[in-house]
């Protein structure tokens, strides 16, 4: 069965996602990872490069890809992410597993939480109850609907108008690559 979306094709934004910068931004980035795997680790780093490289011309969107069969706590990971994000703290706990991406067990989830200021007991009925789990699997339904077949994938949009600041911003998003890629 063909994916009913063309390669060249962007996510929709919706409602639910994960946005970083101004939905007005030049470059708009949409991120399937998941907080286990290595890979995952690099493009954050990259991603956060391009943050501070391109500032408000930038905005990313991260949706939640866990690979299960090759990260064991990647899904686990991703509930914690979302119990985090309903005390109003996704992106403090989405750096900080990126952060700690070798300590990912239940008692370091629980561990940041705390760090973070999050209320223990509400985090941990939400991880007890998977209460977020529609909401991790309406991100693996996008990914699956895009072509999506490992982690990190990245679809990338660019908006301009005219000819000017085209070249810088080529330029830029470049530089914040090739500072990122591993040497052999």
Known sequence: MDAPYSPQEIPTLRDIDHVRGPLSAVLLMFIYGNYQCPHCAQANETVDKLRKTLGE???????????TDLYSQSYRTAEAAEAAEAQGQFWAMHDKLFA????????????????????IGQFLKELGYHT???R???????????GVKEAPTFFISVRHTGSRNLETLVQQILTATLENKPRD
Do not use: M
């Not at 700690?100 to 209320?119: F, T």
């Open 132 to 134: 977020h789990a529609a």
């Open 100 to 119: 700690n991406q070798d300590d990912l067990d239940d008692a370091s989830l629980v561990e940041y939480a705390s760090e973070l200021g999050l209320e």
């Open 136 to 146: 991790i699997q309406s991100d693996i339904d996008s990914a699956l609907d895009y």
């Open 57 to 67: 011309q930038f905005c990313y969107v991260f949706r939640h890809f866990p690979t």
